[in-house]
C-alpha cells in the first residue's frame, strides 16, 4: 500500500517568482506544489480578501505551506482559510512587532510613497533598494528571480507589508530566519531556528541547510 505523500505549498516573495525554491530538495515522500503571484483586483483589496483568493489554490487537505519574506506573511493569511498541517516561514515575520524601526519609521512617515513604481520595477534600482547591492552576479540572480514587476501588484505588497495588522504570531508556526538578513532584521525576531550567515534570500544560496530544517521538522509530525 502506498504512503500517502505529504504536500507542501510554497509562495515566493515580493516580486519573487516560485524559481526562487529550485536549490531546495526533499524525498519522494513530499508533493511540492508552487504558487505563483495573483494581481490584486484593486489597490484597496484587503490582504485577507487577497489570502482569500490564494488559498482556493491549494487543493490538497492539510498541507504544509511555506512562504519566504512576504509569502511569509501571505502563507500565515491563508492558513486562516485552510488547515494547514504546519506553516513555515522564511526570512519574514510573524506578526508586526518583529518589523523593524526603520521599517516602522517608513509605514508611519508614508515614505514608501516617495518611490514611484517605475524604481521598483526597475530591477537594477530595486536591488540597491531592497538589497544594497550592485554586483553583476547579484544582478544576474535579481533579474532571473525577481521578475514579479506589475507596477499594481508592487505597490500592494509593499503597502501590505508596512501595514501588516497581525499582532501576535499563530500556532504551529515554524520561523527560519537568517543571522545577516538586511530587510527583516534578526535582532528583532523572536522564536525563530537562526541560519548563521543567513541573508534575505538564503532560500537561494543556503538551500540545503533550509530544506534540512524543513525535513526534520515535518518529520516530527509523524
Known sequence: METSKTHIYFVPGLAASPEIFEFLQ???EFKLHFLE?????SDTESIEAYAKRMSQL???????LVGVSFGGIMVQEMSK???P??????SSIKNRNEL?????FIQ??????LFPSKIIENIELFSIFAFGNTSKTRLKLYKKYFSVRDRKYLNWSIYNVLHWQQTKPLENILHIHGTDDAIFSYKYIQNCIPVEKGTHIMVINKAKTIS???????KMLK
Open 26 to 28: 526533499f524525498s519522494d
Open 100 to 104: 523593524s524601526k526603520s521599517l516602522k
Open 37 to 41: 503571484w495573483l494581481l490584486p483586483l
Open 58 to 64: 491549494v487543493t490538497e487537505e492539510n498541507p504544509v
Open 81 to 83: 482559510f485552510l488547515q
Open 108 to 113: 508611519k512617515l508614508k515614505i514608501y510613497e
Open 85 to 90: 498541517k504546519k506553516v513555515i516561514i522564511i
Open 212 to 218: 534540512k530544517i524543513i525535513t526534520d521538522s515535518l
